[in-house]
């Protein structure tokens, strides 16, 4: 099991930017992929974006193609999303979540609140 600690939401007037930070622990050599997932009030959980551990390749919803960026630090265990040109739409709590290769999205931050004020 993969421990996940998000951090690095807050308050943002749109257009501004944020950087959100996963750190990770436990069993981390199992992991295959990690990812970004965001819950507005009233909403479903939605897929935000994604990477790969080792390989670094990327997935990125297209409502956030340009704007956000995936990246991680596999020295540091940690798994970054810098999110710029924020709107009120972008108003979530946004969670990290990690899976091994053959698996599901299992393990799961507590998550982080953004909130962009128009």
């Known amino acids: 099991q993969v421990q996940l600690v998000e951090s690095g939401g807050g308050l943002v007037q749109a257009g501004g930017s944020l950087r959100l930070s996963c750190a990770a622990s436990?069993?981390?050599?199992?992991?295959?992929?990690m990812g970004w997932f965001r819950q507005a009030p009233g909403k479903e959980r939605e897929f935000v974006a994604a990477?790969?551990?080792?390989?670094?390749?990327?997935r990125l919803a297209d409502s956030v193609k340009g704007r956000f960026t995936i990246s991680r630090d596999t020295a540091k265990n940690t798994m970054y999303l810098q999110m710029n040109s924020l709107k009120p739409d972008d108003t979530a709590v946004y969670y990290c979540?990690?899976?091994?290769?053959?698996?599901?999205?299992?393990?799961w931050g507590q998550g982080t609140q953004v909130i962009v004020s128009s």
């Open positions: 436990g069993r981390t050599v199992s992991t295959y992929e």
């Open positions: 990477i790969t551990w080792r390989g670094g390749s990327l």
């Open positions: 979540a990690a899976r091994t290769f053959a698996g599901n999205f299992g393990s």
